[in-house]
């Protein structure tokens, strides 16, 4: 009982309230929370802090950005969503978060789950002003279904993972009306000595596994190609294929009729 007063005093105040609107829809730094609603840093900052104490906001840090968003399970979200369906749209933040999103469309989003990586790329990416890395996890990616990316890649990625197929439907609910994704990772073969070694989970995919996960995901097979290794005497080589899959124009999304 007293958790769930806390929460409701939290999200009372009409500001809170709209900052955990927003936050249900995006993840969102405290500069663009600023843009959206109008109020100063310190504001905004004070009320963010208040959210996250009621146990309403998670906050995370990647690099030199801070990222909150709702509380997406348990007490919090379910009474986030219900002041959600009781408050409606607050017009004006719709169109600004709107515009928070088109400038971040211009920008390259690199996701992994290993902080390690995350600050390779960064060093490796620091000249590029329109690319950011960011920690995440590839069933659940933190974007809205409107994300509206135009091209996602998988680069030599799904090999590690225990459930590829769920991936690439994750990355279609993000996915823009006839945006692109791309495969590229090994054919089949039966190098066990990967799975110890590289920590490898699958040997390779075949094409018919492949264009399953895009039907279930809504997407369309319209390219593949193989890079064979050069021809040289030995054992086995691994050799990569690529898979090019396309969006409906409709929009239809993975997890949707």
Same mark, same amino acid.
Do not use: C
């Given at each position: 009982?007293?958790?769930? $007063?806390?929460? #409701?005093?939290? &999200?009372?105040? !009409?500001?809170?309230?709209?900052? +955990?609107?927003?936050?249900?829809?995006?993840?969102?730094?405290?500069?663009? +929370?600023?843009?959206?609603?109008?109020? =100063?840093?310190?504001?905004?900052?004070?009320?963010?802090? +208040?959210?996250?104490?009621?146990?309403?906001?998670?906050?995370?840090? /990647?690099? =030199?950005? %801070?990222?909150?968003?709702?509380?997406?399970?348990?007490?919090?979200?379910?009474?986030?969503?219900?002041?959600?369906? #009781?408050?409606?749209?607050?017009?004006?933040?719709?169109?600004?978060?709107?515009?928070?999103?088109? *400038?971040?469309? *211009?920008?390259?989003?690199?996701?992994? %789950?290993? !902080?390690?990586?995350? *600050?390779?790329?960064?060093?490796? +990416?620091?000249?590029?002003?329109? $690319?950011?890395?960011?920690?995440?996890?590839?069933?659940?990616? =933190? @974007?809205?279904?409107?994300?509206? @990316?135009?091209? %996602?890649? @998988?680069?030599?990625?799904?090999?590690?993972?225990?459930?590829?197929?769920?991936?690439?439907?994750?990355?279609?609910? %993000?996915?823009?009306?006839?945006?692109?994704? #791309?495969?590229?990772?090994?054919?089949?073969?039966?190098?066990? @000595?990967?799975?110890?070694?590289?920590?490898?989970?699958?040997?390779?995919? =075949?094409?018919?596994?492949?264009?399953?996960?895009? &039907?279930?995901?809504?997407?369309?097979?319209?390219?593949?190609?193989?890079? *064979?290794?050069?021809?040289?005497?030995?054992? /086995?080589?691994?050799?990569?294929?690529?898979?090019?899959?396309?969006?409906?124009?409709?929009?239809?999304?993975?997890?949707?009729?």
């Amino acid at each position: 009982m007293d958790r769930l $007063v806390a929460m #409701l005093r939290a &999200a009372g105040d !009409p500001t809170r309230l709209r900052l +955990l609107l927003l936050l249900r829809e995006a993840e969102l730094t405290v500069s663009e +929370l600023i843009e959206i609603v109008g109020q =100063s840093q310190p504001r905004v900052s004070r009320h963010l802090k +208040l959210l996250g104490e009621a146990g309403l906001l998670e906050r995370f840090k /990647e690099g =030199s950005w %801070v990222f909150y968003r709702a509380i997406d399970r348990g007490m919090g979200a379910e009474l986030a969503g219900t002041m959600a369906k #009781l408050a409606g749209e607050h017009p004006a933040d719709r169109v600004r978060l709107q515009h928070v999103r088109e *400038a971040r469309a *211009a920008r390259a989003v690199g996701i992994d %789950v290993s !902080p390690e990586m995350l *600050a390779i790329a960064r060093d490796r +990416l620091a000249n590029l002003a329109n $690319v950011q890395v960011r920690l995440g996890d590839l069933y659940r990616l =933190s @974007f809205a279904d409107d994300a509206g @990316f135009d091209a %996602v890649i @998988f680069h030599q990625v799904l090999h590690y993972l225990a459930d590829p197929g769920a991936a690439v439907a994750e990355a279609a609910r %993000v996915m823009a009306p006839g945006g692109h994704l #791309l495969i590229a990772d090994f054919a089949p073969h039966g190098l066990e @000595f990967l799975r110890d070694d590289d920590a490898h989970r699958r040997l390779g995919f =075949s094409d018919r596994e492949v264009e399953g996960w895009f &039907a279930g995901a809504g997407l369309t097979l319209t390219a593949t190609d193989l890079i *064979a290794p050069p021809h040289s005497a030995g054992g /086995e080589k691994l050799t990569v294929k690529v898979w090019l899959a396309r969006a409906g124009q409709g929009g239809k999304q993975a997890g949707t009729p």
